[in-house]
C-alpha cells in the first residue's frame, strides 16, 4: 500500500467506531451552532442545504466547514456572502465531492478546505499537533511553538484560530486534544508526497517504530519527536538506525528541533551531533530523581540554537564543556531543582538572549562571568529560593528588558550595578521578603515600564530617584506593610496607570504626592488606611 493512501485504512477503521451520521434535522442545528446563525438569511439557506448535504451527515465534517464560516457577527455582510460562495465553490462546485463519495472523502474535502486557508504559522501549527507534539499542555506546546514558529503573539493567535476551526482542542487540564480522524487527516498531509511538508515530521507510531519517508526527496525536517525509551532490543536498533540516518544526513535535510521524552537513554549513540542540530528539547528527560549527568553528546552539538532541558531534576551540574555552547540563544533550565551552581565557563554563551533558570532549590548564587551575556535580554530566576545574591557583574546585562526574580526569598539586595540595566523594561521582585530597599541606582532605569514589588515584606523604604522613571505605567507596592512612606520624587510619575497600595498598612501618603497622577486608570488602597487621595482620585 502506497504512504498516500495509508489514511484510507485507518478512517475506514475509524469510521465502525467513531462516524456516526446525523440525521438532517440535527445535522443542521450543528452546522448553524458552528457557523454561529442560527437564522441565516434566505439568499444563504440553499448554500447552506448544500453544504450540509456534502457533510453527509458527518459531526466532524458539520464542524469543520461550519467553523470556517463563522465570522461572530449575527448580521450577513456583502464579505460574509463572498465567504459562503467561496466556500461552497471550494466543497460543492469544484472539489472532489460527489453524493456517493465514501465517509472518509468527505472529512478529507472538509479538513483540506480549512487547512488550505490557513496562515502559515497555523498550518505548521496544525501538522505539530498531529505529528510531534503528542498530548503536550499547553505551556509546553506554546513553549517549542514559538522555538519553531517565532513571537509568542503571532503562536497564540494561530492555536485561537485552530480551536476557532474545530482542528485542535484542549482537554480539561489544559492538554492538547486532537480528534482521530483529524489527527489521521493531518498526518495524510505529511504523507502526500505533492505537498511541501511531505516528511517534514517525524514521530513514533503506535508500535513505537519511527515512521520513515522517501529519502531521494532530500526535504527538510522540522521536528523529531522520539521517546528515547525503547523496551525491545530490536526497536532500539531499528529507531538508533534511523536516527543515525538522520544524523549522517543520509537523504534528509537537515533537522531543526529534536523532541526527546522519558530518559537520556541512547541519546549519545544517535550521532545526532553531527547532523548540525540547531534546537533540542529534551524537557522532563532527566526527570527521575537519581543523579544524571548531561550527556556527552549534547556538548557536542555546536549549531544548538535553543536546549531545553526543563525538569530535569536529577541534574546536579554542568561541566565546564558547556561554556562550548556558543550558538545557544534560548537556554531553558527551569526546575531543575538538584543544579547546584553554574560552571564559570557560562559567560561564555554570549548569544544568549533567553534563560530560563526559574524553581531551583539549590542554587546560591550566579558566576561572576554571568555578566558577560551582553545580549541577553530575558531572564526568568523566579523561585530560587537559595539564590542569596547577584554579581556585581550584573550591571553589565545591558541588553536585559524582563528580569523576574520573584520569590527569591533568600535575597537580601540588589547589587550597586543594578542601575546599569538601562534596557530593561519589566522588574519582578514579588515575594522577595528579604529586600528591604532598592539601590539608589535604580532611578537610572529609564526604561523602566513594570515594577512589581508586591509583598516584599522587609522594604522599608524607595529611593529618591524613584521619580526618574518616567515611563513607569505599573508600580505594585501591595503588602509592603513595613513601607511608610514615598519620596518626594513619587509625584514625578505622571506615566503611572496602575498602582497598587494595598495592604500598606503603615505607609502614609499625602494627598501632594498623588496631585500630578493624573493618567490613573486603576488604584488599589484597601487596606491602607493611612492613604490619603486628593479629591480628583477619589
Not at 507510531?205 to 527538510?220: I, N, R, S, T, Y
Not at 539601590?439 to 522594604?459: M, V
Request: hydrophobic share 40%; glycine share 8%.
Amino acid at each position: 500500500m502506497a504512504q498516500s493512501d495509508w489514511w484510507k485504512v485507518h478512517l475506514q477503521h475509524l469510521q465502525r467506531h467513531q462516524l456516526c451520521m446525523l440525521a438532517p434535522g440535527i445535522a443542521k442545528q450543528l452546522f448553524r451552532a458552528h457557523t454561529g446563525l442560527l437564522d441565516p438569511p434566505a439568499e444563504l439557506r440553499g448554500v447552506e442545504d448544500e453544504l450540509i448535504t456534502a457533510c453527509g451527515g458527518l459531526p466532524l465534517a458539520l464542524k469543520i466547514v461550519g467553523s470556517q464560516l463563522h465570522t461572530g457577527e449575527q448580521q450577513i455582510t456583502s464579505i460574509d456572502n463572498m465567504l459562503w460562495k467561496e466556500v461552497h465553490d471550494t466543497f460543492v462546485v469544484h472539489g472532489s465531492w460527489t453524493p456517493q463519495d465514501k465517509s472518509e472523502d468527505k472529512l478529507k474535502d472538509a479538513v483540506m478546505l480549512t487547512f488550505n486557508t490557513l496562515c502559515g504559522v497555523a498550518k505548521n501549527m496544525f501538522l505539530d499537533c498531529v505529528s510531534v507534539l503528542g498530548t503536550s499542555s499547553r505551556s509546553e506546546m506554546m513553549a517549542i511553538e514559538e522555538v519553531l514558529w517565532g513571537d509568542q503573539g503571532g503562536v497564540q493567535s494561530a492555536f485561537k484560530e485552530l480551536q476557532r476551526r474545530a482542528l485542535v482542542s484542549l482537554d480539561e487540564d489544559d492538554d492538547l486534544m486532537v480528534h482521530d480522524v483529524i489527527l489521521t487527516l493531518g498526518r495524510a498531509i505529511l504523507f502526500d508526497r505533492t505537498s511541501p511538508f511531505y516528511g517534514s515530521r517525524v514521530w513514533e507510531e503506535g508500535d513505537g517504530k519511527l515512521v520513515q519517508f522517501d529519502q531521494a526527496l532530500q526535504k527538510p525536517i522540522v521536528a523529531i519527536a522520539i521517546t528515547l525509551k525503547w523496551v525491545s532490543v530490536h526497536l532500539a536498533d531499528y529507531n538508533r538506525q534511523l536516527l543515525a540516518k538522520l544524523a549522517n544526513g543520509q537523504g534528509y535535510g537537515r533537522v531543526q528541533l529534536l523532541l526527546g521524552g522519558s530518559t537520556w537513554v541512547h541519546l549519545s549513540s544517535s550521532n545526532l551531533q553531527r547532523c548540525g542540530l540547531q534546537k533540542l528539547c529534551l524537557g522532563r528527560c532527566g526527570r527521575s530523581t537519581y543523579t544524571a549527568p548531561l550527556p556527552t553528546a549534547i556538548l557536542q552539538m555546536t549549531a544548538l540554537q535553543m536546549l531545553d532541558l526543563n525538569d530535569s531534576r536529577g541534574l546536579e551540574l554542568l561541566p565546564e564543556a558547556f561554556g562550548k555552547l556558543t550558538a545557544l540563544r534560548n537556554l531553558r533550565l527551569c526546575d531543575c531543582v538538584s543544579l547546584r551552581s553554574l560552571p564559570k565557563s557560562f559567560g561564555q554563551l554570549t548569544a544568549l538572549q533567553k534563560l530560563d533558570l526559574s524553581w531551583h532549590q539549590q542554587l546560591r548564587s550566579l558566576p561572576e562571568s554571568f555578566g558577560h551575556l551582553t545580549d541577553l535580554q530575558e531572564l526568568d530566576l523566579s523561585w530560587c529560593t537559595q539564590l542569596q545574591s547577584l554579581p556585581e557583574s550584573f550591571g553589565q546585562l545591558t541588553a536585559l528588558q524582563k528580569l523576574d526574580l520573584s520569590y527569591c526569598v533568600q535575597l537580601r539586595s540588589l547589587p550597586k550595578s543594578f542601575g546599569q540595566l538601562t534596557a530593561l523594561q519589566e522588574l519582578g521582585l514579588m515575594g522577595c521578603v528579604q529586600v528591604s530597599s532598592l539601590p539608589q541606582s535604580s532611578g537610572q532605569l529609564t526604561a523602566l515600564q513594570k515594577l512589581n514589588l508586591h509583598d516584599c515584606e522587609q522594604l522599608v523604604f524607595l529611593p529618591e530617584s524613584l521619580g526618574q522613571l518616567k515611563v513607569l505605567h505599573t508600580l505594585d507596592l501591595s503588602g509592603c506593610n513595613r513601607l511608610v512612606s514615598l519620596p518626594d520624587s513619587f509625584q514625578q510619575l505622571t506615566a503611572l496607570e496602575h498602582l497598587n497600595l494595598g495592604k500598606c498598612d503603615q505607609l502614609v501618603v499625602p494627598p501632594r504626592l498623588c496631585e500630578r497622577l493624573t493618567g490613573l486608570v486603576l488604584l488599589n488602597k484597601r487596606g491602607s488606611n493611612k492613604v490619603v487621595l486628593p479629591p480628583e482620585l477619589q
